[in-house]
Structures are given as structure tokens and as C-alpha cells.
Antibody, heavy 121, light 105 residues
């Protein structure tokens, strides 16, 4: 069974750093892109970025590029989303998702359960 | 950019429901629909415009091309009250529509 299990909820202060994780199981981790999707409270879905674990090639939403970064650790089948300096506007639920086919960025077939990030002074 | 309409829709069980998504430029068949219930991750319903994801009831269907795409629920069921999102994967940045919340009338 393909599964994506995300790290738990986080409460941080503005300016702090944060890394949240998405651990994959049930498939060949390096072969499938991993996407991150943001959902602010009461709002819609927004694509954050996508990373290919095999070579760490990453693509970002221009609206967020430079503020977030993506990485992977192939040894533990885990993808990460990180911030060096959080802002209050980063408060949102973050989902990781895996496409239906290997090697291509296509529809998000499998989703993690979400990680709630709250940034407040 | 994807413009989804309506933003809210009130309907009764058994009704036919149609949601539309318009793209600001022509896009390929890399187009999908998702369903999201409160507190849950989105669920893939339709991919490649009209392909039904495995396990999704046949009352859901997708159609369209180029700049206009449609999700239809032929006979709304109680478990279908949720928010629906369209998505294009034709070009970066990947984008979602603003969502359509389907509520009970």
C-alpha cells in the first residue's frame, strides 16, 4: 500500500526556522516526484513546489520561491519542506502528494494527512 | 490561471450538479478534479479531463477541452457534499481553481 505520513503540527514564532517531513512507503521512493500543497485556513489549494527524489530536481511556485525550499533523504524515503525564516502568513495546512505515474509530474493520486503550521508571536 | 464557478452551490440529493473551470489560455489534457471534505486531504476524482480514478463512482464525470472544463455529478448523493477543485498540470506553476463548495439545499 502506498502511504505518505507527515510530521505533526507545529507552532512557531515569526523569524524561526522549520522543517516538516513526508515519509513515503509502499513504492520506489526515488522514482516518483513529491509535491507540496498549501491550504490557508478557510482557503483553497495552492501548489508550493515539487521535487524529484532521484536527483533532487525541484520546481517552485514563483510566489514562494526563495522563501521555502524542498529536499529529500533517500535513505529514509522522506521529503522535506523547510523555511529559514517563518512569517505569520505561512500559517496553513501543508500536504504532500505523490503523482500517479513515475518520473513525471502528473495528477496527485496519493496524499499525506497534512501538517498544520501555525506561526504566531 | 483557472477560474472555477460557481464558488458555492446548493443542491439536493438526486440533483444533477455541474461545476465549470475556465483556463486563461488553452491547456492540454493535463487536467484534473479533486474532492475535499473538511479536515481531510483532497481526493483525486478525474484525471486527463475525463478519466475516472479507480474506485470513484460512475456518477462523476469530466469533460471539456482547451479553456473550458466541466465536472458533472449525475445524481448527487449525501456523501458528495464537499468542496471540489480543478487543477491544471499543463504548465508551471501548477494551479488549482478557487474551489466549489457543494452544500445541501
Amino acid at each position: 500500500e502506498v502511504r505518505l505520513v507527515q510530521s505533526g503540527a507545529e507552532v512557531k514564532k515569526p523569524g524561526e526556522s522549520l522543517k516538516i517531513s513526508c515519509q513515503a512507503s509502499g513504492y520506489t521512493f526515488p522514482s516518483y516526484w513529491i509535491a507540496w500543497v498549501r491550504q490557508m485556513p478557510g482557503e483553497g489549494l495552492e501548489w508550493v513546489g515539487t521535487i524529484y527524489p532521484r536527483d533532487s530536481d525541484a520546481k517552485y511556485n514563483p510566489a514562494l520561491e526563495g522563501h521555502v525550499s524542498l529536499s529529500v533523504d533517500q535513505s529514509i524515503n522522506t521529503a522535506y519542506l523547510h523555511w529559514r525564516s517563518l512569517k505569520a502568513s505561512d500559517s496553513a495546512m501543508y500536504f504532500c502528494a505523490r503523482p500517479s505515474l513515475p518520473g513525471v509530474v502528473n495528477v496527485f493520486e496519493t496524499w499525506g494527512q497534512g501538517t498544520m503550521v501555525t506561526v504566531s508571536s | 490561471q483557472l477560474t472555477q464557478s460557481p464558488s458555492f452551490l446548493s443542491a439536493s440529493v438526486g440533483e444533477r450538479v455541474t461545476i465549470t473551470c475556465r483556463a486563461s489560455q488553452g491547456i492540454s489534457n493535463k487536467f484534473a478534479w479533486y474532492q475535499q471534505k473538511p479536515g481531510k486531504a483532497p481526493k483525486l476524482l478525474i484525471y486527463d479531463v475525463f478519466q475516472l480514478q479507480s474506485g470513484v463512482p460512475s456518477r462523476f464525470s469530466g469533460s471539456g477541452s482547451a479553456t473550458e472544463f466541466t465536472l458533472t455529478i449525475s445524481s448527487l448523493q449525501p456523501e458528495d457534499f464537499a468542496t471540489y477543485y480543478c487543477q491544471q498540470l499543463h504548465l508551471y506553476p501548477l494551479t488549482f481553481g478557487g474551489g466549489t463548495k457543494v452544500e445541501t439545499k
